[in-house]
């Protein structure tokens, strides 16, 4: 099955499908994509998901198969429609680029159909996925070099998406004032789709908290619109960060070498503050890092090895709770 040949409306109502989609891609073939297709038995939402944008994140795959096998379509109002790898290539390869194009998936969406393999992964969500939904979240993790908070990420310039967040009951909620080009996020704009992200913990493996968080976050997000019927199940109130979460403008380093971190996750920092230090492998200093904003940590690289160009920090604001 091609990408632009998936319907939702041709599967019948009252059924569970695991498909593969081959992908419109002249430069490899054989790529293909898994699909699962829930359809209840009566019309509603069509919650669309994704995990595995980048192939070192697990915590994603693992909560979707979850949630598409409790699925009971017979109580559904609306459909799921979710791609649990979404790029195999970097899945195999245990990266988070491809190791077909050198590409980072979530930097070429809405894609291209023909195109390399990332742009060819990416059409085909764009067109038969992101194209079919009524909302859409995309799952993404830490992966194996870095550390975040297990959150969900929202736009803040729409109130759709910020309820689904709160509902969504991640231990912290992360928004957003712009969405940068290239990503699923700004496709969904594209197609006047509301959305959200999750961030978790990461280092390639899958936490038991980060597990539960997941799979409670897609059965209320499936509660909040209307296809499971089942009452809310309760978090505690979310701490609030505000600011850009594009890892491409975090503090990078310019220099190879051993990073060594001198602040903890999600620490206050004020503008100034030594953040890390950047030694070469005899342990002279090579690079010292400070907070270019005040804020808290809200991602830190956790392998000390980095290459030149490398992010190390993003720093967001934490917004005061209201009592």
């Known amino acids: 099955m091609r990408p632009h040949e998936f319907k939702l409306a041709g599967c019948a109502p009252g059924t569970k499908q695991r498909l593969w989609m081959e992908l419109d891609n002249s430069s490899q073939e054989g790529l293909r994509i898994p699909l699962l297709v829930a359809r209840g038995v009566r019309d509603g939402a069509v919650l669309a998901m994704t995990a595995n944008i980048h192939g070192d994140e697990y915590e994603g795959v693992g909560a979707i198969f979850e949630f598409f096998d409790a699925l009971d379509v017979a109580a559904m109002t609306g459909s799921v429609i979710a791609v649990p790898v979404a790029n195999p290539p970097a899945y195999a390869a245990i990266a988070r680029t491809s190791p077909l194009d050198g590409a980072n998936l979530a930097r070429v969406f ?43 990420g929202f736009y803040t310039e729409d109130p759709r998406s910020r309820a689904a967040a709160e509902a969504f009951g991640a231990p912290v909620i992360w928004g957003h004032p712009v969405i940068p080009p290239g990503r699923t996020l700004s496709s969904c704009k594209d197609h006047g789709v509301p959305f959200l992200y999750t961030e978790a913990t990461g280092a390639g493996r899958i936490k038991r908290e980060d597990a539960e968080i997941f799979g409670r976050g897609l059965r209320n997000l499936a509660r909040h619109l209307g296809i499971l019927a089942s009452a809310m199940e309760p978090s505690a109130p979310p701490v609030e960060l505000y600011g850009d979460g594009n890892t491409d403008m975090g503090l990078e380093t310019s220099k190879d070498g051993f990073f060594v971190p001198t602040v903890n996750f999600l620490e206050p920092v004020v503008k100034g503050t030594l953040v890390g230090k950047l030694v070469d492998l005899d342990g002279s200093l090579l690079e010292e890092y400070r907070a270019p904003v005040d804020g808290v940590v809200a991602m830190l690289r956790m392998t000390p090895s980095v290459r030149a160009g490398d992010p190390l920090f ?10």
Do not use: C, N, W
């Open 314 to 323: 993003l720093f967001a604001t934490m917004v005061e709770q209201k009592s």
């Open 110 to 152: 809405p894609g291209k159909a023909g195109g390399t393999a990332s742009e060819a992964i990416a059409h085909a969500i764009d067109t038969a996925v992101i194209g079919q939904a009524s909302f859409f979240i995309d799952l993404h993790s830490a992966g194996v070099r870095y550390l975040m908070p297990t959150m969900a």
